[in-house]
């Protein structure tokens, strides 16, 4: 069984930046692709940001690319969102996620999940 713990949510003004940490416990991390997702009120679950087990590769949602970034530490068992230049869209759940196959958008393939962690984006 694989544990994701997120934290690093909060209240921040439009324009302002916030850095989402996920700890993977249970196995190790780098057995796992791992992404972001988020929820906004009455809205479905959508795609953000993927990354391969090594970290070598990177994937983005068109909503969020060139202002979001995803990054890992095998050592820790850490993953990371850095998002920048934050809009009241942006406001969210965001969910951590863990998957054995590489298809980074898709919800499905992702077998493990943390409970989220609100952010909430004001004008």
């Known amino acids: 069984q694989v544990q994701l713990v997120e934290s690093g949510g909060g209240l921040v003004q439009a324009g302002g930046s916030l850095r989402l940490s996920c700890a993977v416990s249970?196995?190790?991390?780098?057995?796992?692709?791992m992404g972001w997702f988020r929820q906004a009120p009455g809205k479905e679950r959508e795609f953000v940001a993927a990354?391969?087990?090594?970290?070598?590769?990177?994937y983005y949602a068109d909503s969020v690319k060139g202002r979001f970034t995803i990054s890992r530490d095998n050592a820790k068992n850490t993953v990371t969102l850095q998002m920048n230049s934050l809009k009241r869209e942006d406001t969210a759940v965001y969910y951590c996620?863990?998957?054995?196959?590489?298809?980074?958008?898709?919800?499905?393939?992702?077998?493990?999940w943390g409970q989220g962690t609100q952010v909430t984006v004001s004008s």
């Open positions: 996620a863990a998957s054995t196959a590489w298809r980074p958008a898709s919800l499905s393939a992702y077998s493990y």
């Open positions: 249970g196995r190790t991390s780098s057995s796992y692709g």
């Open positions: 990354i391969s087990r090594s970290g070598s590769w990177t």
